[in-house]
Nanobody, 125 residues
């Protein structure tokens, strides 16, 4: 059993920064997981924001966050992070961490086996 727990969300103003954290625990081979952050805004579908391939060589970022968000991982601490700079009101959403063993960088959400409960990010203008 693998558990993912997100933290670090909150209410900020436009232009501020936040770092989201995701702790992975349980029977996990963390180094073999493609890790991703998805977000879901009210009335919208779940969209991938940032994906880190399991070899930590390739990444994907949604066009709307390129240059502002950075995904990273710490294998020693079993942690994944999402650094978010220059936040905009349209970044407001619930952010979920997800894991996909040996997953492709372009894998759809349904391919991700493990999900966290999410953390709310609210950006006011």
């Amino acid at each position: 059993q693998v558990q993912l727990v997100e933290s670090g969300g909150g209410r900020v103003e436009a232009g501020d920064s936040l770092t989201l954290s995701c702790r992975i625990s349980g029977r996990t081979a963390f180094s073999t997981y493609t890790m991703a952050w998805f977000r879901q805004a009210p009335g919208k579908g779940r969209e991938p924001v940032a994906v880190l391939g399991w070899r930590a060589i390739t990444t994907y970022y949604a066009d709307s966050v390129k240059g502002r968000f950075t995904i990273s991982r710490d294998l020693a601490r079993n942690m994944v992070y999402l650094r978010m700079n220059d936040l905009k009101p349209e970044d407001t959403a619930v952010y979920h961490c997800a894991a996909n063993p040996y997953g492709a960088i372009s894998a759809p959400p349904d391919d991700f086996d493990y999900w966290g409960q999410g953390t709310q990010v609210t950006v006011s203008s």
